[in-house]
């Protein structure tokens, strides 16, 4: 099973940016899809955002869609989330995902 790390969250003011990284300990077997999900206080697991290997074609969910860009880095088995124009309700512990395996989040915090 691939083991995920994310890192990059941290604390920004509503307005600003982060970048998220996710790195596999190995690549994956094509095709398959890597994916951002987040969890806020009380609330379940949601999508935030996926890519496809091969092609690198992307989905977002609506209320992140124009603010978010999913990529990734092939040789470094890397997969990448640019948030900009973060607002309060995207705080939350954001989380990698390949097949059945999960990385262990990484807290996204936005204050007003």
């Known amino acids: 099973q691939v083991q995920l790390a994310e890192s990059g969250g941290g604390l920004v003011q509503a307005g600003g940016s982060l970048r998220l990284s996710c790195v596999a300990s190995?690549?994956?077997?094509?095709?398959?899809?890597m994916s951002w999900f987040r969890q806020a206080p009380g609330k379940g697991r949601e999508f935030v955002a996926r890519i496809y290997w091969p092609g690198g074609s992307a989905d977002y969910a609506d209320d992140v869609r124009g603010r978010f860009t999913v990529s990734r880095d092939d040789p470094k088995n890397t997969m990448y989330l640019q948030m900009d124009n973060l607002k309060p309700e995207d705080t939350a512990v954001y989380y990698c995902?390949?097949?059945?395996?999960w990385g262990q989040g990484t807290q996204v915090t936005v204050s007003s």
């Open positions: 190995r690549r994956a077997f094509n095709p398959y899809t």
């Open positions: 995902s390949l097949g059945n395996s």
